[in-house]
Every structure is written in structure tokens, then in C-alpha cells.
């Protein structure tokens, strides 16, 4: 009887011990958030890339490691080794929110980790964890889920998203999801995800808590202080289950490169390629003596613009012309292509001391290598281009013919009452004024209205090719339109730092000394009326319904429902933190068969 109890009593005590063990180790794998120090992972896995039995895993550490694989399966039974590669142009300086003081510009060393998850039944979800070893430690995430690209008519969420740039309420707006609808199946974000592409601590670890990742992970630790009612939101757990398919906005474009300037500078110093192409045939014998077309293409780059962190950081669906920049994929009964519409922003002063998208700044004149040369686009998608040319291949193949949903995405408003709409979408035509002694006394930039490549080129082909809907952004507010042929047009980017919504007494800041220009002040330059909310529009101060929301205090995201057919829009008043969610616009799209 004794030694039974003694068995009783040795068998409790070793379950205990190993429960406290377990324990032990669980906590001391687990990592927090924000936390970048040698014993956590810098992001949780997110996924990319799905094909009809594979998905890739991604995601990053701020250190080499030894070994890093994801482990997979109902039991986590299967694992797979992942590929890393460093990330070649993060970097941080003196203006980033980093509890390190980077008193200089200085390369941050991030490592990406890859691993491709294959044969994946149809539609069927399974858990997944990854796991990163260092100096001999164990590093695991949480267990997340995965799955396939969807087969055709597998009912689906998507989550319609943009411009999150850290802005205050992006982390709200992101919790708000998952409290609404729960679990998405992909999320569309068209562009601006961050402020400075190059800046690692935007994506990963910005010390207010609302980095890009952090808030579509769940992992947020951001407080909004509205009139003195404080709340910490932790964004939403999205990306570890949904696949992320990203549109380049103009925060995704890095300017010229330098070991020294603020990357903020870097920034918005991007000029066009034909500026640096110029000045690399002046001196092309100092610049590349041995004529390498490898030298010539990174000159070129470092001297006007790239998206490298955005390409280095997203596997997405790649084609010979537009490379990952722009792309098409089907995902269940959706075709959605992703285009690479987005020019450099320069403001809409009209001060002689700016250097805006409609002048240079007087004082920079005479000395070309300071020009901003006006809100240049980056990727031409002008009739004849590569891109337009795929575009048109693309909207010609039995993919995007057979989806029932024919989505498009890009970052510049074709239809909004947001500001960034005007001038046109068209390259600046340079108007450079001389006195008698060849000085230049002006340089300002027209942006002729019939030249306008997305309303004269792009969407007559979308509307040929039986579109539903244009998804857009870079406006920072929601208002939707509708064209006669039936095209929906929506931008759905406000999560903060709103530009505001131009109507009535709310003018553009326009340049008037040419009417044959005539830009728009306000409403929709390219003819459409905004749609009034279909549930519940909000009122302006007489109490009149609003065909927009252009918010600090209110902030949407939008839902596409596959089973449905409907696009709805929920907004949530960060104002009143205890308030619910609230659907205020929902229309459907027709489906194509
Ligand atoms: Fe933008």
C-alpha cells in the first residue's frame, strides 16, 4: 500500500516538474512585440504568394541564425527548411522611433526567412509554426494557420485597406476588423504602407507601437489619446492566416540613394530615370569604364528611385515585363491585378519657396540638380507602355475572362474628392521661363486634363474588359462613385491624417494663370457624383448626408464577400471607444457568370 502511494506520489511530482518545465520553456521562447532583442523574432510568419496546393511563409529576425524552418500539419508533424536572405537597404537615422539613438544614417541587419509549404489539399486549413535557431535557442512563434489559394467559389473575405503609414488610427482600425468579421481570406492593401520604405523600424519596431506589421499581426501596442480617453490598440492577428497582396503607393518608392542625407530627404528626393540617365551619359566614362550593364542599371536606380525594400520584403506573382511591380492573380472566383499607378507627391503650395508638383523653388532655379521636376510617375502606364501593354494582355487571357469577380487595385485616385486627384495623372509638361541673360526666372509644370493616362488610357480598357470594381487609395478618406457603364470605383484609405474631402467652400489649392488648364477645386474632376452611404451616411453640421468620411476621429475599413457579391463599409468612432462598429455602406457587384 505504501509503495503504491509512493508510485502515486513520484508520478504527481514528475508531471508537476515537467508541466513547470514546460512552462518555463514556453515563456522563455515566447518573444514580445516590440521587444528587438536577440531571443525574439522581429515579425510574426505572414503568408504570400498561394498557387492551387502551396503558400510561401514569411518572416524576419534581426539576427542571422542557424536554422530556420517552418513546422506544419495537423500535428506539426511536417517541417520545411526556409531560405534567408538579408534585406540590403533598411536602414535607420536620427528621425526614427527606436529606444537606440541612431545619431546617423545607419544600416539596420534584418533577415528574411522563406519557406514554401506544398502539397496543400484544396481548401483545407491547417495550423503552423515557425521556428528560428540562435546560438543554440529555439525561437518559435505562436501556432497560425495556412492554406492554399482558394478553388473557385469557396465563399471568401477580403479586406479592403490602404495608406496605414503608422497613422494613429491604423492600429484601431485593424483590431476593429477581427472584432467585426473575425478571420479574413486575403487582405488588398493599395499601397502606402509605410512612410520611409527604407526606414526597418516603420515595418517592424517603431517604438510608438503602430508599425506596419505589428498592426496586421495583432502585435500593436498603440495608444490614441482622443480628448483625454486613452486606449491601447493591438491592431489585428490578419496576416499570420490571410494572404497580404500589396499595390506600390508613393510611400513604396525610395528616392536617390545616400550614405549620409536623412532618409526622409532620400525620401522625396526621387527624380525622374530620364534626369539620371541624362547625367549618366555626361560622365559615363567615370561612372562605368568597363560599360557593364549591371554598373549602369544600379547607378541609375541609386540616382533617381527604386522599390527595392517593398520587392525585397513581398513575394508576389512576377512576370517578365513589370517583374513583382505590377501583377495579376487569381485567388477563389476573384481576378485581381494589381497595377503600378502612383507618382511622387509634391505639395500643392503655390509659394515661390516650395518645391511643389506645380514649381520649382526660386532659389533652386538655376541649379537642375535640385529639382523636384513635379509630381513624375514613376512607371509609365501610358497607351504603349510595357505596362499598359500587359495590362491589356492581362484583361485579354481565360484567367481574368472565366473570374466572376474582376478586381483592379493601384494606389492613384482615378475618381475622389480627396486632393491628390488633381493635376492629372500625366507627366508634368516643364514651362521654363529665361530673362535676357539665359537665367531662368521660372520653371512650372502643367498637367494637361486630356492627358490624363488613367482616364484617357486605363479605364476605357477596364471598362471594356467588364471590371466590377477599381480599388484605390492615397486620398486618406472613403467615398465610392459608380460610371454609366457600371464600373465601382472605391477608396477606402481612411486610418488617419485624413487631406480631407473637397467640396463646397473646401477648394483645391489650384494654379489659376492658365485656364486653359482648368483644375478642378472641387468634387470629382473626372465627372462622377459621390454615392451617399446606402445604411447610415453621417451628417454634416445641418444635419445633410455626407457622400464621404474624411476623418481623424473616425476610422473605415471595407469588406469584400465573396458569397455575397457585396462590398460593405464599417466605420468605428475612436472618439467614443466603447461604441460599436458600425455598417454604413454596403453595394454588390454583379457577377460575371
Ligand atoms: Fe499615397
Given at each position: 500500500m505504501k509503495s503504491k502511494h509512493w508510485k502515486f506520489?513520484?508520478?504527481?511530482?514528475?508531471?508537476?516538474?515537467?508541466?513547470?518545465?514546460?512552462?518555463?520553456?514556453?515563456?522563455?521562447?515566447?518573444?514580445?512585440?516590440q521587444s528587438n532583442t536577440y531571443s525574439s523574432l522581429l515579425s510574426d510568419p505572414f503568408l504570400q504568394l498561394p498557387t492551387s496546393n502551396s503558400v510561401r511563409v514569411v518572416w524576419f529576425t534581426s539576427w542571422e541564425g542557424d536554422f530556420h524552418n517552418v513546422i506544419y500539419g495537423q500535428?506539426?508533424?511536417?517541417?520545411?527548411?526556409?531560405?534567408?536572405?538579408?534585406?540590403?537597404?533598411?536602414r535607420e537615422d536620427s528621425d526614427s522611433r527606436l529606444d537606440i539613438d541612431y545619431q546617423k544614417v545607419t544600416s539596420r541587419d534584418i533577415w528574411r526567412h522563406e519557406a514554401t509549404i506544398s502539397e496543400l489539399k484544396p481548401n483545407k486549413r491547417i495550423p503552423y509554426q515557425v521556428v528560428s535557431i540562435h546560438d543554440g535557442e529555439e525561437i518559435l512563434s505562436r501556432v497560425f494557420t495556412l492554406a492554399a489559394a482558394p478553388q473557385p467559389n469557396t465563399p471568401l473575405k477580403i479586406l479592403l485597406t490602404s495608406d496605414h503609414q503608422l497613422m494613429p488610427m491604423a492600429a484601431a482600425n485593424m483590431q476593429k476588423v477581427v472584432e467585426t468579421v473575425g478571420k479574413v481570406d486575403a487582405v488588398f492593401i493599395a499601397g502606402d504602407l509605410v512612410n520611409i520604405p527604407d526606414r526597418a523600424s516603420e515595418w517592424f519596431d517603431d517604438n510608438r507601437g503602430g508599425a506596419f506589421f505589428p498592426v496586421l499581426q495583432g502585435r500593436a501596442k498603440y495608444k490614441l489619446d482622443k480628448s483625454g480617453i486613452e486606449r491601447i490598440y493591438h491592431g489585428g492577428e490578419i496576416i499570420q492566416h490571410a494572404v497580404i497582396f500589396p499595390a506600390i503607393g508613393n510611400h513604396e518608392v525610395m528616392g536617390r540613394f545616400s550614405d549620409t542625407s536623412p532618409l526622409k530627404r532620400q525620401f522625396t528626393d526621387a527624380v525622374p530615370r530620364a534626369q539620371a540617365e541624362k547625367l549618366y551619359w555626361q560622365d559615363r566614362g567615370n561612372i562605368n569604364e568597363t560599360g557593364d550593364p549591371k554598373?549602369?542599371?544600379?547607378?541609375?536606380?541609386?540616382?533617381?528611385?527604386?522599390?527595392?525594400t517593398y520587392e525585397e520584403i513581398f513575394t508576389l506573382p512576377e512576370n517578365s515585363s513589370g517583374g513583382k511591380k505590377y501583377y495579376a492573380v487569381t485567388f477563389g472566383n476573384i481576378r485581381l491585378v494589381v497595377l503600378y499607378?502612383?507618382?511622387?507627391?509634391?505639395?500643392?503650395?503655390?509659394?515661390?519657396?516650395?518645391?511643389?508638383?506645380?514649381?520649382?523653388k526660386t532659389e533652386d532655379l538655376n541649379q537642375p540638380e535640385k529639382w523636384g521636376y513635379g509630381q513624375h510617375i514613376f512607371e509609365p502606364i501610358v497607351k504603349g507602355s510595357s505596362q499598359y501593354h500587359w495590362l491589356e494582355q492581362e484583361l485579354q487571357s481565360e484567367a481574368f475572362k472565366q473570374a466572376k469577380y474582376k478586381i483592379v487595385m493601384f494606389h492613384h485616385p482615378p475618381h475622389t474628392l480627396g486632393g491628390n486627384i488633381v493635376p492629372p495623372y500625366t507627366d508634368p509638361l516643364p514651362q521654363i521661363e529665361y530673362d535676357e541673360n539665359e537665367q531662368i526666372t521660372s520653371v512650372r509644370y502643367e498637367y494637361p486634363q486630356e492627358n490624363d493616362y488613367i482616364i484617357r488610357d486605363v479605364l476605357p480598357l477596364l471598362e471594356s474588359a467588364e471590371v466590377q470594381l477599381v480599388y484605390y487609395g492615397h486620398s486618406h478618406l472613403w467615398n465610392r462613385f459608380v460610371n454609366p457603364q457600371g464600373v465601382h470605383f472605391?477608396?477606402?484609405?481612411?486610418?488617419?491624417?485624413?487631406?480631407?474631402?473637397?467640396?463646397?467652400?473646401?477648394?483645391?489649392?489650384?494654379?489659376?494663370?492658365?485656364?486653359?488648364?482648368?483644375y478642378v477645386e472641387t468634387g470629382d474632376p473626372n465627372g462622377l457624383t459621390p454615392i451617399i452611404p446606402t445604411i447610415r451616411p453621417l451628417k454634416d453640421n445641418s444635419g445633410k448626408f455626407l457622400p464621404y468620411i474624411a476623418s481623424n476621429d473616425i476610422t473605415v475599413f471595407s469588406i469584400f464577400d465573396t458569397a455575397m457579391g457585396t462590398v460593405s463599409s464599417y466605420f468605428y468612432d475612436t472618439r467614443k471607444p466603447e461604441s460599436p462598429v458600425v455598417k454604413f455602406d454596403e453595394f454588390m457587384l454583379i457577377p460575371n457568370n
Open positions: 506520489l513520484r508520478i504527481t511530482l514528475l508531471s508537476l516538474l515537467i508541466v513547470i518545465l514546460l512552462t518555463m520553456g514556453f515563456w522563455s521562447k515566447r518573444y514580445t512585440s500535428r506539426l508533424n511536417n517541417s520545411v527548411k526556409a531560405t534567408t536572405t538579408k534585406l540590403s537597404l533598411v554598373i549602369q542599371k544600379a547607378w541609375l536606380k541609386a540616382n533617381s528611385f527604386n522599390t527595392d499607378v502612383t507618382n511622387i507627391w509634391r505639395s500643392p503650395s503655390l509659394e515661390s519657396n516650395v518645391k511643389g508638383r506645380y514649381q520649382e472605391l477608396e477606402s484609405s481612411n486610418v488617419g491624417n485624413t487631406y480631407g474631402a473637397h467640396i463646397e467652400e473646401n477648394k483645391r489649392p489650384v494654379p489659376k494663370d492658365n485656364p486653359q488648364l482648368n
